[in-house]
């Protein structure tokens, strides 16, 4: 009974912050700024939706934001699979030294990295390109990404791979139709950690772009913010419609988590 009622208040106290957002959107403007709290809706609007739609840049953003998260998803996965299985599977001059390296880039704080990236991309000529900031956000989560997928390779018998070479599968057929079905689970958990990273990113689109076509969704929502005032309707309406595509992306990959993790002891 106990226990129960510490998580209720637990997850209470989590998400009222995601409902006084919600809430706060739909609020007209001047009760906004209310001295007054209102916890309940008592009088909706969908003024400021309409006015975050309808800021400028918006719809160019957006593209840009989908485009640069779906690519650091997919390359960072593949990557981070492919280097965790040479990690497990495969003995080499220097992969404990790169096993330490990766342990370490995580501990590194990513405002750190901001020099060293700008400099980077700036002297390969990628600064200011989308592609450069792909493989900023790319850099970024492949420490984790390899570190996460390398412990649930670990999970997995060698002996299940060396009976379906025995078979005659070639080694790429063992990837693809044991390995990645069985390690399915840790893909899904990397990809929501990717997406996340690339999806709510500002510093980093801030500093590689300086063209405003090349701007995501993190940066425009700074746009409400002006030298004469904050726009906190159109702001927090938009903060809410920028937070459902995590939202939906999570409940999605969380129904394929679950069928992962048994997925892979019966495909081979």
């Known amino acids: 009974m106990i226990r129960n009622a510490a998580a209720t208040v637990f997850c209470l106290v989590w998400i009222f912050p995601v409902y006084w957002m919600v809430l706060t959107a739909f609020k007209p403007a001047g009760d906004i700024l209310s001295a007054t709290p209102q ?10 939706f309409t006015d975050a739609l309808g800021k400028p840049g918006f719809a160019r953003d957006l593209g840009n934001s989908v485009l640069v998260t779906g690519a650091v998803v997919v390359l960072a996965i593949a990557v981070a699979f492919l280097a965790a299985t040479a990690l497990t599977r495969f003995r080499f001059l220097g992969r404990r030294g790169f096993l330490i390296g ?17 400099l980077s991309l700036k002297s390969t000529h990628l600064l200011d390109t989308l592609f450069g900031l792909v493989l900023t956000y790319i850099a970024l989560v492949l420490p984790f990404t390899i570190w996460t ?40 958990a990397t990809s929501v950690f990717a ?58 990959v969380q129904r394929h988590l679950v069928e992962g993790m048994t997925a892979g002891a019966v495909k081979g």
């Open 39 to 48: 916890f309940l809706p008592l009088d909706v609007t969908l003024d400021n």
């Open 195 to 252: 997406f996340i990273t690339a999806w709510n990113d500002f510093l980093f689109a801030y500093v590689v772009m300086k063209d405003q076509s090349g701007y995501t969704l993190p940066v425009w929502l700074v746009s409400f913010s002006t030298s004469t005032g904050t726009d906190y309707g159109g702001l927090i309406a938009a903060s809410t419609l920028f937070a459902l595509p995590v939202v939906v992306f999570f409940a999605f």
């Open 102 to 118: 990766v342990l370490v880039l995580q501990m590194v704080p990513v405002p750190a990295l901001v020099i060293p990236l700008f």
């Open 149 to 188: 997928l390398r412990g649930f390779l670990h999970g997995i018998p060698v002996e299940l791979e060396e009976a379906a070479m025995v078979d005659g599968a070639s080694r790429a057929r063992v990837m693809r139709s044991i390995l990645l079905p069985l390690v399915l689970p840790g893909l899904i």
